[in-house]
């Protein structure tokens, strides 16, 4: 394999998804309980069921508490549903696997490695060859624009720079499904319009299947192709939305009316929800 450098990067990046007809993820009657110090039970997800198809980007709004991320990390093998089963292409989830990459809101990255060394890490372990190792590497290095800042460490990094190697990191394995916890949670406004924006672009490019956990609900529209709105106490599926936006997609977006009315929809649907309890 030839070698890829910043000035002349490919348009797709080294591994591209086929799709596949059947979901991607599907997530089959899940309920999580769990015991509290008092001995009762508490609910925190109750007969969740959805499915996610291959390359859709989904995302799971809802309130504090509604058990989004719970979802999520039993999702990446994390933690065992107390019923119910997941599915990543057609295989049960029984722990964590290569076919999930994950990206947490808060920085994950191995301090003691460089930002190459990071994105790395996952193809060095499954014992890739340095070449293949290499290119795909730059791709990712060139797709969330950290070329130069390749042999930096992780406390000479911003919080956005970091978001954008954990994100590299995640795409470079290859996974069938990416999963992303409020990644942008902790960032400013302004670097979480950009991150937004980045994710937009380096999304249209790989066309990964993608469950994104947020509670902002203008994130959820300007990513996703369809919305699974959350109801807190016991968490379940809400409501399901599909945006009716087309894609690209970018900031200015927030103003058009499709958008500002399924803000309003989505507003209304947490709202009564939490007037409920």
Known sequence: ??????????????????????????????????????GSTFTALQEVSFEVPDQQFAVLVGPSGCGKSSLLYLTAGL??????????????????????????QSYTLFPWLTVRQN???????????AAERKEIVEFYLNEVGLQRFADNYAKQLSGGMMQRVAIARALANDPQILLMDEPFGALDSQTRL????LLLKVWEHSKKTVLFV?????????????????????????????VPIERPRNLDMVMDADFIRMKREIFHLLHDDANAH
């Open 214 to 242: 947020t509670h902002d609900i203008d994130e959820a529209i300007l990513l996703g192709d369809r919305i699974f709105v959350m109801g807190a106490r016991p968490g379940r599926i809400k409501q399901v939305l599909d």
């Open 1 to 38: 394999m030839g070698s890829v450098t910043a000035t002349s990067p490919r348009l797709v990046p080294p591994t591209m998804p086929t799709p596949n007809a059947a979901p991607r993820l599907k997530v089959d009657k899940v309920s999580l309980h769990y015991k509290t110090p008092s």
């Open 194 to 197: 950009q991150m937004q924006q």
């Open 119 to 129: 994105i790395e890490f996952g193809l060095k372990r499954r014992g890739m060859p």
């Open 79 to 104: 933690a065992e549903p107390s019923s119910g089963e997941i599915y990543v292409g057609g295989q049960q989830v029984d722990g964590p696997g290569a076919d999930r990459g994950m990206v947490f």
